[in-house]
Each structure stands twice: as structure tokens, then as C-alpha cells.
């Protein structure tokens, strides 16, 4: 499992599939997974295998939330919100989506999540993702609860 502070080079996409994998086996209700990086540095490739991940379900369609914002996927220890705030315009914008309670009662995995401000729960994990030649470089900061 990747710590907080530190940073991992993913060679490839079994590598982001792999990391996906470990955090899903982990995370419990209440846990918000901030995806940050610009576009193609790995943030969706990332959400839907550990969404995947902890349905147990290799096939599970996981769409892109770029035009409805939110997609979510029942799970019985929690279920998950899988969230895509790059269209958002303001912070305020996250309260209309129901993200404030999701926070503590789902597993929320939020691209974009520069658009959450000063609404970004204080617990959260959040994993910067830069593409790089040499692969994906991924760099976590804060802390799941323990």
C-alpha cells in the first residue's frame, strides 16, 4: 500500500489497476479518495478498477462521471460515489450533488477535486497523478482514517 508522503512510479496500467486494487481493499464507509492530475494522468483509469475492485466484479460497466457528475454503485459494506468536478463552476455546486453527506456515509472517489475548496472533508486520502514518460507518477498525502 502506498503511504502518505509517499510517491510511486506505475509502469503501466496493471500497475494503476493493482494500486486501485489494495486502496478498495481497504476502504470503508466514511473514506474519500481525492484524485488529482490533469487530464490523462490516470485519475478514471484508477476509479474504475477500484470500483471493480470492490464490487468484485472484473466486467462492471463504470462510465465516466464527466457529464452527470456523479455515478454511483451500491455495495453492502457502503456504497460508492464515484465523482467527476471538472464541469463544476463554484464549491457551493458539491452541496446540490448531496456530496456532504456521501462523505460520511459512502466511499467517495472525487476527480477534480481542486473544485471541492474549503469543502474537502479533512480525512481525506488524496493521490496526485502526473504522467510522465517514464510512466504514471502517483504521490499520496494525508491519511485514510485508522
Known amino acids: 500500500m502506498l503511504a502518505p508522503g509517499q510517491t510511486l512510479t506505475l509502469m503501466s496500467e496493471d500497475d494503476t489497476v493493482a494500486l486501485a486494487r489494495q486502496f478498495a481493499s481497504t476502504a470503508r464507509a466514511g473514506d474519500c479518495i481525492l ?16 470500483i471493480r475492485a470492490r464490487l468484485q466484479n472484473p466486467s462492471e460497466d463504470v462510465p465516466s462521471p464527466t457529464f452527470t457528475l456523479v455515478q454511483t454503485y451500491e455495495h453492502a459494506d457502503g456504497d460508492i460515489w464515484h465523482c467527476d468536478l471538472y464541469r463544476l463552476a463554484a464549491p457551493d455546486e458539491v452541496l446540490e450533488l448531496g456530496l456532504d453527506e456521501a462523505f460520511t456515509e459512502a466511499i467517495c472517489l472525487i476527480e477534480w477535486p481542486d473544485r471541492l475548496g474549503d469543502l474537502a472533508p479533512s480525512h481525506a486520502t488524496t493521490l496526485h497523478l502526473t504522467a510522465s514518460s517514464e510512466g504514471h507518477i502517483v504521490r499520496r498525502t494525508d491519511g485514510l482514517r485508522t
Not at 35 to 50: N, Q, V, W, Y
Open 35 to 50: 484524485l488529482a492530475g490533469e487530464i490523462g494522468a490516470g485519475k478514471s483509469t484508477f476509479a474504475r478498477a477500484f
